[in-house]
Nanobody
């Protein structure tokens, strides 16, 4: 049974930094490719950052986001900077069973319920 839970969202300041956490139960994140996605109200879910090589950020939206891992705690993180109001969205942590070549939502198999991030203008 796999469980994914994000945390760290809230009200952020434009130009500031983002640090979101994701704890995963039921599997060891050191063995799986990961992704972070976001969804604005009324829009499709899109990729923010992916780590398909298990330890390297292989996709970064606008070059401002990256994935980090703490394997001892079985956690992954989303780090971002130069936040913009258009970064406002619900952010989701996701796990891929088989990895991927493209950072896309269909490649992911397990999802958290999301954490809301609001960037002030």
């Amino acid at each position: 049974q796999v469980q994914v839970m994000e945390s760290g969202g809230g009200l952020m300041q434009a130009g500031g930094s983002l640090n979101l956490s994701c704890i995963v139960g039921g599997l060891e994140v050191r063995d799986y490719a990961m992704g972070w996605f976001r969804q604005e109200s009324g829009k499709e879910r899109v990729a923010v950052a992916c780590d398909s090589r298990i330890g390297q950020t292989t996709y970064s939206a606008q070059g401002r986001f990256r994935i980090a891992r703490d394997n001892d705690k079985n956690m992954v993180f989303l780090e971002g900077d130069s936040l913009k109001p258009e970064d406002t969205a619900t952010y989701y942590c996701a796990v891929s069973k088989y990895g991927f070549t493209a950072c896309s939502a269909p490649s992911m198999n397990y999802w958290g319920h999301g954490t809301q991030v609001t960037v002030s203008s």
